[in-house]
């Protein structure tokens, strides 16, 4: 299984609700990324864990809050978000920090209202 | 709205002729480079990656050339095909100091059209 799998797949919300994207892979990856991409633009990244632990956070508003609940699991939540965070947003892993390249999911696409 | 002045270089090419992606990098200390496709609506997909102690790797209609003296690195497509065309990006990585852990910064991309 070389797949991240990322749910859902598209994401409507108001500026005043809670959601959570979530990012699965099986391929016993130890480090997990969350980017951000916008229309055009290369995808800019927002969080890395690391062995469970959250070691890069790229001065990300705390309206987006990362947790890593276990080594194949990596959510994003989402609260009183603006209508300039829509965008898609993109998991990742890699083996490990430093490790080989990353693999990507297909994304989930936000749209704030 | 945010999408005014913003584009893509682009570039288009004949079914079955060769491309040649171009992208520079910014940071001397980047170790390891990696070139990405990424189709419409889709998450970006590894091509080919090199390692800064090499200036060439060949992998299957695929090339990446590096030269670390001009911080240049490029990706050369064999025999050009319709399913080629996406968006391509260059990316590089960058030892975060004290986080034990890789950044992957991703160069502004290239679009790709094929025309058949």
């Known amino acids: 299984d070389t797949e991240v799998t990322q749910t859902p797949k598209h994401l409507v919300m108001g500026m005043t609700n809670k959601k959570s994207l979530k990012c699965e892979q099986h391929m016993g990856h130890r480090a997990m990324y969350w980017y951000k991409q916008k229309a055009k633009k290369p995808p800019e990244l927002m969080f890395v864990y690391s062995y469970e632990k959250l070691s890069i956070n790229e001065s990300v508003p705390s309206r987006f809050s990362p947790e890593c609940p276990n080594s194949s699991l990596l959510n994003l939540h989402l609260h009183a978000l603006q209508p300039e965070d829509s965008a898609l947003y993109l998991c990742?892993?890699?083996?490990?920090?430093?490790?080989?390249?990353?693999?990507f999911g297909e994304g989930s696409r936000l749209t704030v209202l | 709205g945010e999408s005014v002045g913003l584009h893509l270089p682009t570039l288009s090419v004949q079914e079955g002729d060769n491309s040649i992606i171009n992208c520079a990098y910014s940071n001397s200390a980047s170790d390891y480079f990696i070139w990405y496709k990424q189709e419409s609506g889709k998450g970006p997909q590894f091509i080919i990656d090199i390692r800064s102690n090499m200036d060439k790797r060949q992998g299957q209609r695929v090339t990446v050339l590096l030269n670390k003296t001009v911080k240049h690195l490029s990706l050369q497509i064999a025999a050009t095909q319709p399913g080629d065309s996406a968006v391509y990006f260059c990316?590089?990585?960058?030892?975060?100091?004290?986080?034990?852990?890789?950044?992957?910064?991703f160069g502004k991309g290239t679009k790709l059209s094929v025309i058949p």
């Open positions: 990742a892993s890699s083996q490990g920090p430093g490790k080989g390249e990353l693999f």
């Open positions: 990316a590089e990585t960058v030892l975060q100091s004290g986080a034990g852990s890789y950044q992957l910064t």
